[in-house]
C-alpha cells in the first residue's frame, strides 16, 4: 500500500500534517498505490478531498465547517465504498 498526497493547500502547517496523517491512516489497508488530493476551499472553511485508485477508483468529498475535523475526515474515508 502506497499513499500518495500529491497536493494539499492547507495554509496551516500543522493542521495539514495532521489532515494527511488522517488521510494516510484512513487508508492503511488499501492495496496498491492511491493517491489523494486536499485543498481548502478559500473563503468557505471546507475542503476537498479527491482520491485515486490504481484502477481507476475515485472518491471525493466536500468537507464543511464542523466537519473539517481529523477524526471526522479519518472515520468517513474508512467508510466510503471505494
Known amino acids: 500500500?502506497?499513499?500518495?498526497?500529491f497536493a494539499n493547500t492547507i495554509a496551516l502547517p500543522d493542521w495539514r500534517e495532521e489532515i494527511n496523517a488522517a488521510v494516510r491512516a484512513a487508508m492503511?489497508?488499501?492495496?496498491?498505490?492511491?493517491?489523494a488530493t486536499i485543498l481548502e476551499i478559500q473563503g468557505t472553511g471546507g475542503l476537498d478531498?479527491?482520491?485515486?485508485g490504481p484502477e481507476g477508483e475515485t472518491w471525493s468529498k466536500t468537507?464543511?465547517?464542523l466537519?473539517?475535523?481529523?477524526?471526522?475526515?479519518k472515520r468517513t474515508i474508512e467508510q466510503a465504498k471505494i
Open 28 to 35: 492503511n489497508n488499501y492495496h496498491g498505490n492511491w493517491q
Open 49 to 52: 478531498i479527491h482520491i485515486t
Open 1 to 5: 500500500m502506497a499513499v500518495k498526497i
Open 67 to 73: 466537519e473539517y475535523e481529523p477524526s471526522y475526515i
Open 63 to 65: 468537507f464543511d465547517g
